[in-house]
């Protein structure tokens, strides 16, 4: 394909699968215009890259179909000033729309082939203002903190309450949940002192958060209701 053949095909994406679903921002409508997601496939993935779906890049992880891409990236209401701490880099991909959007992003990648890997696209692709660290990602990156908005890109079943001391006063954390076996949903956890807001968003299905073993003890909230 050439460079003319993606531009159509980011093009056709935006308006059959993001406006025609109610993604409304402007400035996120840009960015998933301008990221080139077939680079974060690796090989010649063609217009494929740009279908309604995830795709699998390797240990058990996804990228996540666009249009769930830019509704959670349209509900971090990033307004240009935020810092945003992801959680789980994957291949990449959200990274970079974020950090079209804001001036830093930092991003924990448990596998360290899939965090190299979106290292060398993010750099290729000039998304210097993007820094990645392969750790678990529930500790979050307190060095870094606190962070405007933190979001997580698979599914957590329990909420770790060191990402949510990381939130500046206001912010939010937002992504998906195990609300059972079988079902998940996209949440949001305002901080306001210390207690926090809750508000379910949407349906969702991810592949589920893992934490990487290394012995970490990191204290949970498994019912959103204590925190409210």
């Not at 666009?66 to 701490?85: K, R, S």
């Not at 990648?109 to 965090?115: G, H, S, T």
């Not at 696209?121 to 660290?133: E, F």
């Not at 392969?134 to 060095?143: H, N």
Request: include cysteine; proline fraction near 4%; charged fraction near 25%.
């Amino acid at each position: 394909m050439t460079l003319h053949d993606y531009h159509i095909a980011r093009e056709r994406m935006v308006r059959e699968q993001l406006e025609a679903n109610g993604i409304r921002s402007e400035r996120v409508l840009t960015a998933m215009r301008t990221v080139p997601r077939h680079r974060f496939l690796g090989g010649d993935a063609g217009s494929e890259a740009y279908s309604r779906h995830a795709f699998p890049i390797g240990f058990s992880q996804t990228m996540t179909q666009p249009y769930m891409v830019a509704y959670l990236t349209e509900h971090l209401l990033l307004e240009g000033h935020e810092t945003v701490l992801e959680v789980g880099t994957g291949s990449g991909y959200q990274a970079a729309v974020i950090s079209s959007l804001v001036p830093r992003v930092y991003s924990i990648e448990r596998i360290r082939e899939l965090a190299e890997r979106a290292r060398g696209v993010l750099d290729a692709l000039g998304h210097v203002n993007v820094r990645i660290k392969v750790d678990d990602g529930a500790l979050g990156w307190p060095e870094e903190g606190p962070f405007d908005r933190i979001l997580l890109t698979a599914a957590a079943t329990e909420i770790p309450e060191s990402l949510l001391h990381q939130l500046c006063e206001g912010g939010f954390l937002l992504g998906p949940v195990s609300r059972n076996e079988n079902e998940q949903e996209i949440i949001k956890l305002v901080r306001q002192g210390t207690k926090y807001s809750f508000e379910r968003l949407k349906d969702c299905a991810f592949v589920p958060l893992i934490r990487d073993g290394r012995g970490h003890d990191t204290s949970v909230i498994s019912d959103l209701a204590d925190l409210c």
